[in-house]
């Protein structure tokens, strides 16, 4: 029984001291608000002084420089590559070689092309002679063929006559028979001159039909030579712009096809920024929109530029809009794949008020900050302009250089008293 009063003692005890331990401790903790209250110093709090000054919101990017106007130079044909007379990192101008395919082949075809040609023209001229000789001939036998007319109408009539006159016993058979045989050699030579006519006109057709034999394989000939030369100049890569050696892709002897790429090349002296930027940022963008574009290594060097082009579409999967910035790199400080950073002003005022956002709360559904007037808070509605987010731009209500209240503004009422703790009092 002893044992279990001795237990109640401690026990009673130990609640006792724990009482007044937490009492101690809470009195501890609100010594200084007591103090505070009994001074009467009024509500602690922190300010800041409205200000006036330029006001932007900047959206901070990143971005990736591209070389504006980047291109691949292909071969225009198959074949051996026989010579590189560039390297990676060469300045090149319009129209340079830069390589060469093997052309031995093409040249080959290039001379029996150039030997069908010599012998086309050979055929053509012989065709054309013998056209010529032919259409003389043809003239002579033509006039021929007119006077064996002539003389074999004159003899006809003679035969015509003799033979009435003979029928009619009125001259000799011997004079009837020569002029029949007169009659006969006429008849006979004016049919051989016509042979001899027909036969000339066979052989100008002939030679015609040569002549367009001819001058068919002289134009394939011809054609055959053209495109050849135009396969010698595909054999020969050339620059399409004045522009940098980025990449080279493929070695002397190595076997190129029709189409592949064999340079990669670029104007450097104008860079493309390339940045993704989100929904909600992309509404207050525009292009003309400033940037200034920074990179690592060169962080305290900001490029003057604008915004280019904003894409018409946005992608649907990272909710972003691509956007581009064209700007010079006289200097070649930045290179083709280079991470940049880029501060895109979205809107800026010039010689606005700016207070911290921390200051304003709501009221009445309106915007409010709490202005210290001799230590003593005064609430005052505000009309807010554009914000970043930490600070905004106020319209009205507020004069420069007033101070404001940025703490403990839930403990605050208008015409409640100020205490500045790093003050000596609140009317200071």
């Known amino acids: 029984m002893k044992k279990n009063k001795r237990t109640i ?116 001229k012989k065709a054309e002679l013998s056209r010529e000789i032919s259409e003389n001939n043809l003239a002579e036998s033509r006039a021929s063929l007119r006077e064996a007319e002539s003389e074999y109408n004159q003899v006809e009539n003679d035969y015509q006559r003799d033979k009435k006159l003979y029928e009619e016993n009125a001259i000799a058979k011997a004079k009837f028979e020569q002029t029949k045989t007169l009659y006969e050699k006429a008849e006979a030579g004016l049919q051989r001159i016509n042979t001899g006519v027909k036969s000339a006109e066979k052989r100008i057709e002939i030679a015609e039909l040569d002549i367009e034999n001819a001058e068919s394989r002289l134009e394939k000939s011809k054609n055959e030579l053209k495109n050849i030369k135009l396969q010698l100049d595909y054999t020969e890569i050339r620059a399409p712009l004045s522009a940098k050696i980025l990449n080279k892709f493929i070695e002397r002897g190595e076997i190129t096809a029709a189409a592949h ?79 940049v950073s880029a501060e895109i002003t979205a809107e800026r005022r010039e010689n606005v008020l700016i207070v911290p956002n921390k200051a304003i709360f709501e009221f009445e559904s309106a915007p409010h900050v709490y202005v210290i007037k001799d230590g003593i808070a005064e609430r005052r509605r505000i009309e807010r302009g554009i914000s970043d987010g930490h600070y905004t731009v106020v319209k009205s209500a507020l004069n420069e250089n007033e101070i404001i209240v940025v703490s403990n503004i839930n403990d605050l009422r208008d015409g409640a008293k100020i205490y500045l703790p790093d003050q000596q009092n609140g009317d200071d």
């Open 9 to 124: 003692i401690i026990i009673a005890l130990i609640i006792v001291f724990g009482a007044a331990a937490l009492f101690f401790i809470i009195q501890l903790r609100n010594r200084a608000p007591e103090q505070s209250a009994e001074l009467n110093l009024g509500v602690p709090v922190e300010t800041e002084t409205v200000i006036r000054d330029d006001f932007e919101i900047v959206y901070n990017y990143s971005g990736t420089a591209e070389y504006k106007d980047k291109t691949k130079i292909s071969a225009r044909m198959s074949g051996e590559i026989e010579e590189i007379y560039v390297e990676e990192g060469d300045e090149v101008e319009q129209g340079q070689l830069l390589a060469k395919i093997d052309d031995q082949e093409l040249l080959n075809k290039a001379d029996s092309a150039k030997e069908s040609i010599k012998e086309a023209e050979a055929a053509l």
């Open 261 to 339: 790429p064999v340079f990669e090349a670029a104007e450097t002296e104008k860079i493309e920024i390339v940045s993704y930027i989100g929904m909600k940022d992309i509404a207050n963008l525009r292009e003309g929109s400033k940037v200034l574009i920074s990179y690592s290594g060169y962080s305290e060097m900001k490029i003057k530029a604008e915004i280019t082009e904003i894409s018409p579409i946005s992608n649907p999967k990272t909710r972003t809009t691509e956007v581009r910035i064209i700007l010079d790199n006289e200097n070649s400080y930045l290179k083709d794949g280079m991470a």
